[in-house]
T-cell receptor, first 111, second 113 residues
């Protein structure tokens, strides 16, 4: 069975500082990993994905994620946080028929 | 068109009502999904349709009845719901390839009174 874990319920960061939202995964076979963001009362928006190739994946809104096979991690990063980045972030792993989500991490960026 | 459109955006219904949620996509995706999401929790999978056939039912109560009339439309029929069914209902679609992600709609906020 595949799974992802997001160890932090909430991450707080000041605007302009770098941010990291952590995710670790457990899969048999090749991992297909995704990050989604959800703003209040909205659906999930795709940020980026790792399929194969470069370990540093660039996505929407200046976000990037680093895939680390030895640590089975796929952490989301951004060099300089914005207040508008405050939202709920989900890491997910794709299986044959389904997308399995982590519990989510609330990111709060303070002015 | 790269969107999944869900209607209505908000729905309030009584426990004896019958209502339907609608989802539409025109991206040619052949897999469509219904998820239920409670506040600040991850989406929970309810149903999966693949090529218009129900392929996964995650032991959802029969008061929720999905329907896929064609490759672009997905409905969720609701009947005799309970207050605990109040949630955000999300529709999603995807290509069949395992390395493709899902495209989500904005959801229907359902309140059962």
């Amino acid at each position: 069975a595949q799974s992802v874990a997001q160890p932090e319920d909430q991450v707080n960061v000041a605007e302009g500082n770098p941010l990291t939202v952590k995710c670790t995964y457990s899969v048999s076979g090749n991992p297909y990993l995704f990050w989604y963001v959800q703003y209040p009362n909205r659906g999930l928006q795709f940020l980026l994905k790792y399929i194969t190739g470069d370990n540093l994946v660039k996505g929407s809104y200046g976000f990037e994620a680093e895939f680390n096979k030895s640590q089975t991690s796929f952490h989301l990063k951004k060099p300089s946080a914005l207040v508008s980045d405050s939202a709920l972030y989900f890491c997910a792993v794709r299986g044959y028929s389904t997308l399995t989500f982590g519990k989510g991490t609330m990111l709060l960026v303070s002015p | 068109d790269t969107e999944v459109t869900q209607t209505p955006k908000h729905l309030v219904m009584g426990m004896t009502n019958k209502k339907s949620l609608k989802c539409e996509q025109h991206m040619g995706h052949r897999a469509m999904y219904w998820y239920k999401q409670k506040a600040k929790k991850p989406p929970e999978l309810m149903f999966v349709y693949s090529y218009e056939k129900l392929s996964i039912n995650e032991s959802v109560p029969s008061r929720f009845s999905p329907e896929c009339p064609n490759s672009s439309l997905l409905n969720l029929h609701l009947h005799a719901l309970q207050p605990e069914d109040s949630a955000l209902y999300l529709c999603a679609s995807s290509p069949q390839a395992i390395f493709e992600g899902y495209t989500f709609g904005s959801g229907t906020r359902l309140t059962v009174v």
